[in-house]
């Protein structure tokens, strides 16, 4: 029994599918942060024949499964993309209980997450969303701020196009000087102090990154499964994870036994 099999005894039972491959991941090689683009709430909801905010509730679930996972696991870092710059365009009583879910589920679960060790930090442009919800995003993110444990990286009113505008604005405004490196951009995201993105998920079966996280994307995994978010659960998560350890990582190289292999 390795380590992390330990780590879940009380949540599976040995002979589940998770305790099988909880056996199968190599602890030493997990990702050192994961990102997932939770879609499809609202097809869940469709297919059930309910309405959309039924799907978006039924998320939240998924949510908390995931962050609990990922904190036993001790993955360092998990990025949420919960609300794009882009949703904005949805219809305004859909914006709205959104926005009321997001406050309902920082309170419901901000001492569980503090008793987890686990340190809430909210990303994107983050003041200008509703004062009530810049209140709560706050209060969780210094309530939660000498954790350390995995960081809980929510993405709100987010879009990976207005963040590389935001990072050179920022530049300018400091006075950086031509040219810039890679590492003065690096320095200037809202992701700053957090180690490289190893492994994004997407639920949905969707085949887009939708302007999320696209600096940071550049050497990450990729890993779609068609389950809905609604019903993304833990053994999904350690799919994703076992299929990233079988992954041959090589940032743009080749291995060396290939390189012979063509001369």
Do not use: C
Request: aromatic share 8%.
């Amino acid at each position: 029994m390795n380590g992390l099999v330990k780590k879940f005894e009380n949540v599976f039972d040995p002979s589940s599918p998770e305790a099988e491959l909880l056996e199968r991941i190599d602890p030493n090689k997990l990702p050192r942060h994961i990102a997932v683009i939770m879609d499809g709430n609202g097809r869940w909801a469709k297919q059930r024949k309910l309405p959309r905010a039924a799907g978006h509730r039924a998320g939240i679930n998924a949510v908390r499964t995931v962050v609990e996972t990922a904190a036993r696991l001790s993955v360092p870092v998990l990025t949420l993309y919960a609300f794009s710059a882009e949703n904005w365009k949805r219809p305004r009583n859909e914006v709205s209980m959104l926005m009321n879910l997001l406050k309902e589920y920082i309170r419901k679960e901000l001492r569980t997450i503090h008793q987890n060790d686990i340190r809430f930090l909210p990303i994107g442009r983050i003041d200008e969303l509703p004062a009530a919800v810049q209140k709560e995003l706050r209060l969780a993110e210094e309530e939660t701020r000498g954790n350390k444990g995995t960081k809980m990286v929510v993405a709100l009113n987010y879009s990976g196009r207005l963040e590389l505008v935001d990072a050179f604005n920022h530049l300018l405004k400091s006075g950086a000087r031509y040219p810039l490196s890679a590492d003065d951009i690096e320095n200037s995201l809202y992701t700053v102090g957090l180690p490289e993105l190893d492994l994004m998920i997407r639920t949905s079966g969707e085949m887009r990154v939708s302007n999320f996280l696209l600096w940071q994307i550049a050497y990450a995994e990729i890993y779609v499964t068609e389950v809905l978010w609604p019903d993304f659960r833990e053994i999904h998560l350690l799919e994703a994870v076992l299929e990233f350890q079988q992954r041959e990582r090589r940032y743009g190289g080749i291995r060396f036994a290939s390189f012979h292999s063509v001369q």
